[in-house]
């Protein structure tokens, strides 16, 4: 079949070119911006208490004053605010109010912190729509009119609050973006570079996966769009890593065996179709498996992950594609000169060192199997300690306005005061509430252990709702908030409910609780899920039962390698709080998907050199001799494009930058060079049960064509080969 498409590919080159040309032009024209949120909330399902509070809250009270903007304001000498201070910032709340934002709804000045250290503009805004900026204009428009507003006047003022705190994330996400993909491309050129010693090549893989990344974002906005999916901010950091890193390892899998069949002899299109037609395989089964993990998440009950699922599986699909049609007839149309200035590719290598480490796995295979399954162990000893965080974490010393303006919040007001918990009480049976039931009601909330004062804020119109606030003791983001508002808080709230009524528990540290118990929700359906469809890919593939059981129990151990590293690298070493709560999810579908790629190249080649009569251990030094090279420039590759979000200011990407990129390190470099192929030699043919392999000679003179990563046979006699040169 793959052969078959390097036929077509290479016989209609100029159409493909042309089509793809068409085909992009038409996507980027009409598809239209991918819009993200940083607002959790909209990511948990409606059966969620923390959203059925929300429901209830905006029903109730349409109009009522929810802060979407803070404006904190401190003496710049640190004293104490006094009553002229306290005249200037009355005066210019009133200001602001004046200046008739837009979505500003109402302005309210808080009087000054108990010890006078700070106080505080609240600012109410209408709701927005995905995709709107209006609340984050307001905040700039504001922002700016404040500087000249307390020129001269002592003051320092800041913006916070979720509208401020989007505006910044956003704002960071644009330079961490920008970041990630200067280091994506610069290492590209670089490896690349060295690898082929060609910049016509990496010339080639650069534009070809700009083309392909035009047109795969186009296609997830479209179905963003389409199907109302609701995407996380990092989603943008993951494309271009996905589509960068991913690209450039299938283009590099590609132009290995197109290199390859060069030095067997071959003229330029024959070659493209006969490398077409070997790794084809192994790349549409890599791409599957990846992209079956990535569909998995459509199981999930958050919907950022919902989201990312399709918009990361359009995306592999879409290099898929390229990878195996634009970039081949780019290529073809090229010939050798892709090659140049370099003659190098008429050249064998040797390949001295992975020559060495495939004698040494073949001849100890049950050494390196306990080794590497040794460090992996070790390593995910470490993963008992994982620790989820679900507020974003910032670095102590942010510059970001809105972080800046929090700190200098929280110096002098309760920590649960920026943001507290809202209980929203309804009537079931149409009658109005009692006075003296809410009265008792907040006495109720008042003495659950972490809540340091509770009140009624508001009573809707018609009586039958009424809102009360809970400001917790503790941070609200962190652990120990959760653990109130998961436990008492939410047993007071509902225990304590008056007859006829009931209570929701709202606010973000139960949006929090929600999330977490939606996580580990997911854990349980979407990891098992994924693994039986890799494990389905992988048996379709190598027509075995065993042999995809222990590829899977490989990545399973590199999974928890690297989670444990992560925590070890993020709690223990850099001593943060926790690692974001979605990391296990993305790791696990990065880690086991991508490891599985390098497990396949691996595993396949090992069957070819079995076809070709070779026993288990010296057809493992082979394979490692000459795929070793492959995974390991591919491994590089990817997993310095994921190394590249380490540049990021932003934790969260840092942290997935890191965790992915070592779980691709131990995937090529642990797992596919010394533990996969070792536990195959040491299984022998039971490796492939129930499938026999039966060597296939080619006949005499005749490269072979017979499987997908078949490589030419051996001459008798000695290290060269058939038709002239080495393999790769």
């Known amino acids: 079949m793959f052969k078959a498409l390097g036929r077509f590919v290479v016989g209609h080159r100029w159409l493909v ?5 068409i085909a992009g032009a038409a996507v980027i024209g009409y598809a239209p911006s991918l819009t993200t949120t940083t607002d959790q909330a909209e990511f948990l399902p409606k059966h969620y208490e923390s959203i059925q509070a929300q429901k209830i809250q905006e029903k109730a009270f349409p109009k009522g004053f929810s802060p979407s903007a803070i404006v904190v304001f401190t003496r710049e000498d640190g004293k104490a605010l006094d009553k002229a201070d306290s005249a200037e910032v009355t005066k210019v709340g009133k200001a602001l109010q004046a200046k008739k934002y837009e979505k500003v709804e109402q302005v309210i000045t808080a009087p000054p912190s108990p010890h006078k250290k700070v106080q505080t503009v609240m600012v109410s805004m209408a709701d927005v729509k995905a995709g709107d900026k209006g609340q984050q204009h307001a905040v700039e428009d504001m922002r700016d009119d404040l500087k000249p507003l307390v020129a001269d006047s002592g003051l320092k003022v800041g913006v916070t609050g979720d509208a401020a705190t989007q505006l910044d994330n956003e704002e960071a996400s644009k330079k961490a973006d920008g970041l990630i993909f200067i280091g994506t491309i610069v290492l590209i050129i670089v490896l690349m570079t060295i690898i082929f010693r060609s910049p016509t090549i990496t010339v080639l893989t650069i534009v070809g996966i700009t083309l392909v990344s035009q047109i795969a974002n186009g296609l997830i906005a479209i179905a963003a769009k389409e199907f109302h999916l609701k995407a996380d ?58 992209i079956v993990c990535f569909l998995a998440l459509l199981l999930s009950s958050l919907s950022f992950l919902v989201s990312m699922g399709p918009a990361l599986a359009i995306a592999i699909g879409v290099t898929l594609l390229a990878s195996l049609t634009l970039i081949p007839a780019i290529i073809s149309l ?97 009658e109005k509430l009692r006075a003296a039931d809410m009265k008792s009601f907040v006495t109720d909330l008042k003495q659950v252990k972490g809540v340091g004062s509770a009140s009624r804020t508001q009573l809707s119109k018609d009586g039958t709702t009424a809102e009360f606030n809970a400001v917790l003791t503790m941070d609200p983001n962190g652990r120990e908030a959760m653990d109130v508002v998961r436990g008492p808080l939410r047993t007071a709230a509902h225990e304590a409910a008056p007859p006829g009524t009931e209570t929701k528990v709202g606010g973000v540290t139960s949006v929090f609780v929600d999330i977490n118990k939606a996580v580990n929700r997911d854990f349980s359906v979407v990891f098992p899920t994924a693994a039986a469809l890799i494990m389905l890919i992988l048996g379709l593939l190598l027509r075995s039962i065993v042999a995809p059981i222990y590829l899977m129990v490989s990545v399973a151990l590199g999974f928890g390698a690297t989670l444990g590293a992560s925590v070890l690298l993020f709690q223990q070493v850099q001593g943060q709080s926790g690692l974001t709560f979605f990391l296990p999810v993305i790791m696990y579908l990065f880690v086991v998907a991508i490891g599985t790629d390098y497990n396949i190249l691996m595993v ?98 005749v490269p072979p064509h017979g499987g997908a990563h078949q490589l030419p046979v051996p001459a008798q006699g000695g290290g060269s080969y058939a038709q002239g040169g080495r393999r790769d």
């Open 604 to 701: 396949a080649r090992l069957r070819e050199e079995a076809k070709e009569g070779l026993g288990p251990r010296a057809a493992t030094a082979k394979s490692i001799q000459h795929a070793g090279p492959t995974v390991a420039a591919a491994g590089v590759i990817l997993a310095g494009s994921f190394a590249s979000m380490m540049l990021a200011s932003d934790v969260s990407l840092a942290q997935i930058g890191f965790a992915v990129a070592f779980g691709i390190v131990i995937g090529a470099f642990v797992m596919a060079m010394f533990f996969t192929p070792a536990l195959t030699a040491l299984l022998g043919r039971a490796a492939w049960w129930p499938r026999r392999i039966t060597p296939e000679r080619p006949q005499q003179g």
């Open 233 to 290: 901010s990092s989603v943008s950091s993951l494309l271009i890593v996905v589509l960068f890193g991913v690209g450039t390892d299938y283009i590099l899998f590609l132009m290995f065996r197109y290199r390859e069949r060069l030095r067997l002899g071959e003229d330029p299109k024959t070659a493209m179709i006969s490398a077409v037609g070997r790794v084809g395989e192994a790349i549409a089964s890599a791409a599957g498996a990846v």
């Open 17 to 21: 070119i042309i089509g793809w040309l």
């Open 334 to 430: 090229m010939g050798t000169k892709v090659f140049w200035p370099s003659k190098s590719w008429q050249r064998e290598p040797r390949a001295a060192r992975f020559e060495a480490v495939g004698k040494s796995v073949a001849r100890r295979p049950g050494l390196f199997v306990i080794g590497s399954g040794l460090l992996m162990i070790l390593l995910a000893l470490g993963s008992f300690g994982y620790k989820p965080t679900f507020a974003s974490q910032e670095d102590e010393n942010s510059k970001k306005e809105s972080q800046v303006a929090l700190h200098a919040m929280s110096k002098d007001l309760p920590a649960g005061s920026t943001n507290p918990s809202t209980v929203l009480m309804r009537s079931t049976n149409g």
